[in-house]
């Protein structure tokens, strides 16, 4: 179009279209122009939160011109992508983010304090985006954050629920879920695309014809269809001017299929489809680490992975290129077995609408895709009925099949005449109904297949995918270890640490090169820089103390050690363990005489976590720990020695507070349970100590840290099975100590035993399967190590330093660059800056 303009219309828009200054002026006038117009606000009847929109807004502004900068000569250029499908982005709070990595925090701070507001109590004022459940959707989130300012050209794609993550609360000791209807107010941090719109079928039948040349030609026709709608989120990268983008889908109602209900003169069933299509993206599935197999949530992940593909092959389809060239333009990468659907959807857009051969197109999908295992439980193993795939996806089933049956021939080829193999590496479980097991699915449909830890990477080779490493060899499996953004979890989360990292570094280099923080090694013996080490601690810390008051109404001394376990509740990360622990301490401080008590190290113990609404033990968890804590802090015995408080509502937001505040945090999985674990990286790379067992990434970290800086306990995982078959097989009597723990709780010391009957019961009847009785006698002993070295608070210090100073390979930066070059094959592809918005 601009093209056929004159001249003088291309220069007028050039002139007008000129990047807005970032000087103090211009930004207030910015805000104040929102203030005004978008929120029609008079100037002086404001509130914290209309200067929170007002800032979001004005930042927003920015952030769209850098993301119209960059998508814009990524458009012209067409490089290679790649597309990170995940169920879920768990993104936190966006304004500050934005604005460090805009690098226009400062500018912007004193702005809003000219004009009468604190930046701390603006950024206070968001709510955070929830679309995600916990590690996962976290480390997406990261991702994101290290594609974007690594100059990569990379998008995310997911779903715009309209319910996040439940709000919880604490009654009556007990977790009670809210709903986290977060778009209440209008979110500035998306841009709705109504323009692109995708349908989406469900249901129907497969038409099955002979083309001209005798072809066998398959068509399916969809009974109803949805509209997938698109909201941009962008993602701006630190200390660049690129700017990634997030798309995520809304389901809305078509007009064309529900015609036929209301020609029907049936009103009310059109009326009542339409409210079902919403339903598709109405609410995030609060399940994390288990397989709950409702209609809906394949339904979530059919829509979203067909709407995203369909993105992806529109824009790929803009250049001339031949399909063969699809798998050089195109990476995806599926988080989890989640969107495993896409790889059946991209074979039959190849197969049935671009009519490509079977061989050509699966040629095409499988060097297209790769995957992330995260977990190893059983019980997390993503399965689909066949009567169910086959009512909403009739003709993806069929494909499913078809490529289970081409897969096995291949198998039995190289294997021959091995019928239990076939069974076991089968695409369909030959169960009552069949199920399609979708880890296998996303293995055969992959060219690469990583676990996120080192251990983790090892053993989902010797187990889950055993028999598929013996067929495809080593090289498809591969590892990725996990990392977390310093920019974030560092940066943002604990400014005071990171200002003295870049005094003593002598840049802010080390934002983007985080091995630099190897330096800080230097600084251990200097008894200065430790004061101010320690110092900035102790700040967090009360920090953290005042919004234990506010949340929880009890006072805690900032003196005391702070010990932090702060992540989902389920039993395999065994906060049971912890306080079960607790109260072994307690009943021990409290059969002391004065003198001995003296000799006790203070302890905050502090929780937090979501438990699923429908996982009953976990539950039980929460309501132990929220009614030790009711004891243990009226105990005039025990006054400041022990704090036991449980935070509710733990999000982004909150582990912002919490993770450079921590004294010593609690990553105490059964080993071989916990893939990796991401918050043991956040929690060390803030000067925390970490208390933690031989599983996920807490190896690596020992081996980074060295193994003085780390307290390490508890069985390897190489030794679990046999250490179960014991527990099931054998009268394993049960550690002494623990047996004390519980005959306290079923003497009652803790409300009404009855209530704890089924969670005690775990360890008996259950045969104790995370192992908590094998474990307790050495996890005592461990936190005796930890009593003794904090004791020792010089020595202590010296430790939070290296900590720190040697966490540089956790950066999600490496994660990211060694997926790129070695999964992806993706290079960088830095934004030019050309003056416009
Ligand atoms: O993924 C977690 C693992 O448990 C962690 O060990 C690991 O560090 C992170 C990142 O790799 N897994 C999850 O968080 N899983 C889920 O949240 C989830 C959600 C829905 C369905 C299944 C799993």
Redesign the pocket.
């Known amino acids: 179009e601009k093209a056929k303009w004159p001249k003088s219309t291309v220069q007028l828009w050039e002139k007008l279209s000129k990047k807005e200054a970032n000087d103090i002026e211009t930004i207030q006038k910015s805000i104040v122009h929102h203030v005004t117009t978008t929120l029609a606000r008079a100037a002086y009847n404001m509130d914290n939160f209309t200067a929170y929109q007002a800032v979001a807004l004005s930042t927003r502004d920015r952030l769209i011109s850098r993301w119209n900068e960059t998508q814009g000569q990524l458009s012209k250029a067409d490089p290679k992508r790649v597309y990170y499908l995940s169920l ?1 982005f768990l993104l936190g709070r966006s304004m500050d983010n934005a604005l460090l990595n805009m690098g226009l925090k400062d500018t912007y701070g004193k702005s809003i304090e000219q004009l009468g507001f604190r930046m701390e109590d603006v950024i206070e004022s968001e709510v955070d985006a929830a679309l995600g ?5 976290r ?1 997406a989130a990261c991702y994101m954050d290290s594609l974007a300012t690594l100059d990569y050209p990379a998008w995310g794609y997911g779903l715009r629920y309209t319910y996040g993550i439940f709000q919880q609360r604490i009654v009556d000791g007990y977790q009670t879920e809210y709903p986290d209807y977060w778009l209440n107010f209008d979110n500035p941090w998306e841009l709705p695309r109504l323009d692109i719109s995708i349908q989406i079928g469900f249901g129907g039948h497969v038409q099955t014809t002979q083309d001209e040349y005798g072809v066998t030609r398959h068509n399916w026709i969809p009974a109803s269809s949805v509209q997938a709608i698109a909201y941009d989120v962008p993602i701006p990268g630190y200390d660049t001017g690129n700017c990634n983008n997030i798309r995520l889908w809304r389901s809305k109602p078509t007009r064309v299929f529900d015609l036929t209900s209301f020609n029907e003169g049936n009103y009310e069933k059109s009326v009542e489809d339409a409210t079902n299509a919403e339903k598709i993206t109405s609410v995030l ?1 609060p ?3 288990t397989m709950a197999g409702k209609e809906l949530r394949l339904k979530q992940q059919y829509f979203w992975t067909a709407a995203s593909l369909h993105d992806i092959v529109r824009r790929f389809k803009k250049s001339a290129r031949e399909w063969t060239d699809f798998p050089d333009q195109v990476a995806i990468q599926l988080n ?1 077995t ?1 969107p495993t659907m896409a790889i059946v959807e991209l074979q039959r857009l190849l197969v049935d609408e671009e009519m490509l051969s079977w061989d050509d197109a699966w040629d095409i999908v499988t060097k297209t895709f790769a995957f992330t295992n ?2 190893v439980l059983p019980e ?1 193993m993503e399965k689909w009925s066949v009567p169910m795939m086959e009512y909403l996806l009739p003709r993806h089933l069929q494909i499913i099949f078809d490529i289970n049956l081409f897969f096995l021939q291949k198998v039995e080829m190289k294997f021959p005449n091995d019928r239990g193999l076939l069974n076991r590496m089968s695409i369909i479980e030959e169960a009552q109904p069949q199920q399609i097991r979708m880890a296998h699915l996303a293995v055969v449909g992959s060219h690469k297949v990583n676990g ?1 830890a080192a251990l983790h990477s090892n053993l989902i080779k010797t187990t889950i995918f055993k028999d598929f490493v013996a067929y495809y060899g080593e090289e498809k499996f591969v590892n990725r270890t ?1 990392g977390i953004t310093p920019r974030r979890w560092l940066h943002q989360a604990n400014p005071q640490l990171s200002a003295l990292i870049t005094e003593t570094l002598g840049s802010q280099k080390w934002l983007k090169e985080l091995t630099l923080l190897k330096g800080l090694n230097n600084k251990v013996d200097d008894p200065e820089f430790r004061k101010k080490w320690v110092a900035i601690k102790r700040a967090n810390k009360v920090r953290l103390a005042e919004l234990i008051k506010t949340r929880c109404n009890v006072t805690v001394s900032p003196d005391a050690l702070f010990d932090v376990q702060v992540k989902r509740i389920h039993e395999y990360k065994r906060q049971f363990m912890n306080i079960l622990y607790v109260i072994y301490r307690y009943r021990f401080i409290k059969s002391m005489t004065p003198s001995q008590k003296a000799g006790v190290q203070p302890r905050v113990v502090i929780f937090g976590g979501k438990a699923a609404p429908g996982y009953y033990i976990a539950k039980l968890v929460i309501k132990l720990i929220n009614g030790v804590a009711k004891v243990v802090n009226q105990d005039p015995a025990v006054g400041d020695l022990l704090k036991v408080v449980f935070i509710p509502d733990y999000n982004v937001s909150v582990a912002e507070v919490i993770v450079p505040a921590s004294d010593i945090s609690q990553h105490i999985s059964t080993a071989g349970t ?5 918050s043991n990286m956040k929690f060390v790379l803030n000067g925390g100590l970490i208390i933690g067992t031989l599983d ?1 990434a807490n190896i690596e970290i020992l081996e980074e840290i060295g193994e003085d800086n780390i307290f390490i306990f508890g069985c390897l995982a190489h030794d679990v099975e046999d250490l179960r078959h014991a527990q099931r097989y054998r009268n394993v009597p049960m550690n002494p100590a623990l047996q004390g723990v519980i005959s306290a709780i079923e003497k009652g010391t803790f409300e009404d035993p009855k209530v704890f009957q089924p969670l005690i019961s775990t360890l008996t009847v259950g045969k104790d399967f995370y192992l908590i009785s094998y474990d307790f006698a050495s996890y005592i002993a461990a936190n005796q190590q930890v009593d003794a070295a904090y004791k020792n608070q010089e020595e202590w210090i010296k430790k939070s330093i290296r900590c720190t100073a040697n966490m540089g390979k956790f950066s999600s930066d490496r994660s990211v660059k060694e997926y790129a070059d070695e999964i992806w094959d993706i290079k960088p592809h830095p934004v030019v800056d050309e003056g416009y918005m």
Do not use: W
Request: a negative charge.
């Open positions: 879920e459940n916990g590690g996962l959707g480390l599935y399940n994390d680490n989890d989640h995260h977990t997390a996120v996990n916990e893939a990796s674990g991401t996920g």
